[in-house]
């Protein structure tokens, strides 16, 4: 007779802790910043210098506490759930514990200050591929309040509350939906959450394809780059947004961003430019694009606008 297996409800899982120090400093603002979808993100969230995960690991769901001790240069982890071990086992590098930014110089002035300015940061590397594709390709060709909004939507909807004890839980993070889940929202359900058919279907293409998604993370990052653009509606840009957090890659660029060459232009040169002229520009930084990049955006700088801002298109009324 088989004994059934004993399941513990993750919320009464017990907490786990580590303790990281890089000998040196931590942003973890300006390091896992980009991985927040708006500031109703149900995964992400801050509280003052606290910044709270909540993330679906090989292992399963898992919530991540992460707190910054400047004194000694640490940075506390507590994680609850299934996938608590895997998720404490990769602070390190979702810290940026790999990048290695050797080679980098910052040749222009507003790169070279926001580099003096922010030493905290680093390229951080999830290691989790569909956390930051699924979103990504909400983000196709649309305005970002109308991608945050849709996320915030599908991932309520459709992923489970984050595991934890009740300050977790009033929190209200979720962890997003499972492959399998994905795969399962029907149209609908993506239309009333204003993501048309085309992002909804690459979405469900690339839940059907995490397996060997997820493993690209081993991979040289040009061949990653080469494999996620296989499944159809990943292209330069999708795939350049997933390298950038998921896989630590310092020279990906996000070619085909409707803000990214004007504001690379006007830091630079102080006039907006296109893609070819984007590319043109980093092409010093070889090798460390992305971090160029990522120094221009901390810096603050914003060209100034023209005309009235576009509105978007709301696909719920289509």
């Known amino acids: 007779m088989r004994v059934p297996e004993l399941r513990v409800p993750s919320s009464r899982l017990p907490e786990q802790s580590r303790r ?16 927040r979808r708006g500031a109703g993100d149900p995964t992400f ?8 995960r909540a993330l679906r690991t090989p292992e399963g769901a898992a919530t991540l506490r992460l707190v910054p001790h400047p004194a000694d240069g640490a940075v506390e982890a507590t994680s609850w759930g299934p996938g608590a071990t895997w998720a404490l086992e990769t602070v390190p590098d979702l810290l940026g514990g790999q990048d290695d930014p050797s080679g980098f110089e910052p040749r222009h002035p507003v790169v070279r200050d926001a580099w003096r300015r922010h030493q905290g940061w680093r390229i951080p590397r999830s290691g989790l591929v569909l956390e930051s594709l699924v979103p990504a390709v909400i983000e196709q060709k649309v305005t970002s309040h109308e991608a945050w909004r849709g996320w915030r939507q599908v991932v309520r909807t459709h ?8 300050a977790v839980r009033a929190l209200r993070l979720h962890v997003p939906p499972a492959p399998a889940a994905w795969a399962r929202v029907p149209s609908w359900e993506w239309h009333r959450c204003g993501i048309d058919q085309s992002r909804s279907s690459t979405v469900v293409r690339a ?14 990052h040009a061949e990653a780059a080469a494999k996620l653009r296989t499944v159809p509606g990943i292209g330069i840009w999708t795939a350049a947004e ?13 070619v085909g961003d409707f803000h990214l060459s004007g504001l690379v232009g006007w830091a630079l040169v102080g006039e907006r430019v296109d893609d070819a002229g984007m590319l043109e520009l980093l092409e010093p930084y ?25 509105a978007g298109r709301d696909y719920r009324s289509m």
């Open 242 to 254: 997933v390298a950038q957090r998921a896989l630590g890659d310092p020279d990906a660029v996000s």
């Open 45 to 52: 969230q801050t509280r003052g210098a606290e910044v709270w």
């Open 207 to 220: 839940a059907s394809a995490a397996g060997r998604l997820e493993q690209v993370v081993d991979l040289a």
């Open 159 to 166: 992923g489970e509350p984050a595991p934890g004890p009740d």
């Open 286 to 310: 070889r090798g460390h694009r992305y971090r160029a990049v990522r120094m221009i955006e901390l810096a603050g700088l914003r060209p100034p606008r023209h005309g009235p801002r576009y």
């Open 20 to 35: 990281w120090r890089p000998g040196r400093p931590v942003n973890l603002a300006a390091t896992l910043g980009p991985m």
